[in-house]
């Protein structure tokens, strides 16, 4: 059987890949890349620029988002889009619309322009060893401010982590970081993003060891930490948020409480799930519509969301007025109900018809909407012991951003900080491990990473995997193989491949093509050789390697064919032998470039 892979634009195997191929940039003076390259305080001192320009980044998307919704929405200058009850029908139909045709006319003739341009900090950490295309993310985010602006229901964090990533993989390209330090500056990007975004340095943080970086090491967690507060400084000074306003008094940690939290995000863990596949669905969905190049798409995607905004205006914008607003005013079942569908297809149509922006903030509303929605009906019949409001939001909300973003120690931390309160994030705690283990056993991605699986990819988390795609058949495999047609008698053989010299022989048929491999134990273990052709001794005719076919494919194949060497063929069709590879050799490689990297990651 064939082995077929995706392929890979690298052939040298080690070499650091790149999203897009691009001209060398610029670089600092030896003197700068020497010091942070050798010094651990040089790269942290890097790590405060980059958050402070995070900081800087995440200010003036903010003020941009809320000056849109003010002018385009008419509403006053502190007031939440999604809070705010008396936005005109004429503006909740048409500011949609217009933003769906603006971003339908970026996306005809400048989108094309960035293709294989557009991979996030996620994606480029996992597959391009932390570079990030400067064009592709302001694209990205001028995007996704536009979805914003125009009352989409999507949140500004995709757009804030796109854009410092891009920063932090900039000044890494002009440093000639390493690999692992280029890894690392991005997630250093990413945490200052989400440290301004919520005022919640340990939130950013955490967000960038788990989401972004996918391990946790002692170097790594100065320049994380010092981007994230530098952040955080920044953002606390040019915006002053407050924390979230939680309705009722704290409940202590009791047998009670543990037992419903960790109800709760069983609860939560099966939501995030459906959540994640309604926006696959709606995807797939709007792909189907192909008229003029699927231009329809957002306009129709801009319609439907205006129908749900006129039903309930808490549906606009990434609805952190809403949230506010729901938490303190006591609503009804019914009212947490109906928001909560609502919000959820005003996502998913959202995202499914190509507006930019992400489920952060929208996985925290709808998680809070759980919470309180299982403490209002619970509250009916078993008022004595039932979840208090604020407990019961707060484990919602971090149950279910942690089933979608996957980040538990990110969304715990995030309760700590938003809300002030101790005894709220002892269940946040519970709630969100049993989420996690939950949506990991059952779904298995979060949803960044789903995505990546609907597009082909196989990134299950932002570990280093870029180099493992490097590695392919074509690196390593030995040109220098014996070759012989298959109609050869095996008595000639026999005199033609000594066993001292000769360990297998590959057959080729007349036309040249592939006809299978012959051991030399095989070959000379006939007594008496009869006069037949090579090729009734011949093995492995159909099992195969293509010269794309990644390393972890090959060992999969050895292990399925149970074969010590396979052959190696230019394509499916003509199946020309081009080198055969040995299993000894590619663990030997695998097992080589693999210490290396954890090297890298653990003893910088």
């Not at 989400?194 to 939130?203: G, M, R, V």
């Not at 808490?314 to 952190?320: I, P």
């Amino acid at each position: 059987m064939s082995v077929i892979s995706r392929p890979d634009p690298s052939a040298v195997s080690g070499a650091s890949s790149t999203a897009p191929p691009a001209s060398a940039p610029w670089r600092l003076p030896a003197v700068v890349r020497n010091f942070v390259r050798n010094r651990e305080i040089g790269l942290v001192i890097v790590a405060v620029v980059i958050g402070l320009l995070s900081g800087l980044l995440v200010a003036i998307i903010w003020h941009l988002s809320e000056f849109a919704h003010a002018v385009l929405f008419d509403i006053p200058f502190d007031t939440r889009l999604s809070a705010n009850g008396v936005i005109s029908w004429q503006r909740t139909l048409l500011v949609p619309l217009g933003g769906a045709i603006i971003l339908t006319i970026i996306g005809l003739f400048y989108a094309g322009r960035f293709k294989g341009r557009l991979a996030d900090a996620i994606e480029a950490n996992a597959l391009y060893g932390g570079r990030v295309s400067m064009r592709g993310s302001l694209l990205i985010s001028l995007q996704t401010l536009l979805s914003n602006g125009c009352g989409a229901s999507v949140g500004l964090e995709a757009g804030y982590t796109q854009i410092c990533a891009a920063f932090s993989s900039q000044i890494g390209q002009r440093l000639a970081a390493r690999r692992a330090d280029m890894r690392l500056l991005v997630a250093c990007g990413a945490a200052g993003a989400i440290s301004a975004a919520f005022t919640a340095p340990l939130a950013g943080a955490f967000f960038a060891f788990e989401v972004v970086l996918g391990a946790y090491t002692s170097a790594s967690l100065v320049p994380v930490i010092a981007s994230a507060v530098s952040s955080w400084l920044v953002m606390r000074n040019l915006v002053h948020p407050s924390f979230l306003q939680i309705p009722g008094a704290p409940m202590p940690a009791s047998v009670e409480m543990i037992g419903q939290t960790m109800l709760l995000g069983v609860l939560c863990a099966f939501f995030s799930i459906l959540v994640m596949l309604a926006v696959a669905f709606s995807e797939r969905v709007f792909q189907r519509i192909s008229i003029w190049r699927g231009a329809l798409r957002l306009v129709i995607g801009a319609l439907l969301l205006s129908g749900l905004a006129l039903l309930s205006p808490t549906v606009l914008g990434s609805g952190h007025g809403a949230m506010q607003l729901l938490l303190i005013t006591n609503p009804t079942w019914l009212m947490l109900l109906t928001t909560l569908i609502l919000k959820t297809l005003a996502s998913a149509i959202s995202l499914g018809a190509g507006f930019r922006g992400g489920l952060f903030f929208a996985s925290l509303m709808l998680g809070s909407l759980m919470g309180l929605l299982y403490s209002t009906v619970v509250g009916q019949y078993f008022p004595d012991v039932a979840l208090q409001p604020g407990t019961a939001a707060v484990a919602g909300m971090v149950a279910l951003g942690t089933g979608v973003i996957g980040a538990p120690f990110s969304m715990i931390c995030l309760a700590l900080e938003l809300t002030g309160d101790f005894w709220v994030t002892i269940g946040a705690v519970v709630a969100a491990s049993t989420s996690a283990l939950i949506v990991r056993e059952l779904f298995g991605y979060s949803f960044a990473t789903w995505r990546f699986h609907l597009r082909g990819e196989t990134i299950r988390g932002p570990q280093d995997i870029g180099w493992v795609k490097q590695i392919s058949a074509a690196t390593l495999m030995r040109t220098d193989f014996p070759t012989a047609p298959a109609d050869l008698p095996i008595v000639e053989a026999q005199k033609l491949f000594p066993p001292a010299r000769v360990k297998q022989i590959v057959l080729r048929h007349a036309d040249g093509s592939y006809a299978g491999i012959v051991g030399s134990a095989e070959l000379h273990g006939l007594v008496e050789a009869a006069d037949v052709p090579l090729e009734t001794l011949a093995q492995q005719q159909d099992q195969f390697l293509l010269p794309q076919v990644t390393v972890r494919d090959i060992l999969a194949t050895f292990d399925r064919t149970e074969a010590d060497i396979l052959v190696v063929i230019d394509n499916a069709e003509d199946r020309r032998a081009i080198g055969t590879v040995s299993e000894a050799h590619v663990l030997r490689t695998y097992s080589t470039e693999l210490e290396r990297r954890n090297q890298e990651v653990f003893f910088r």
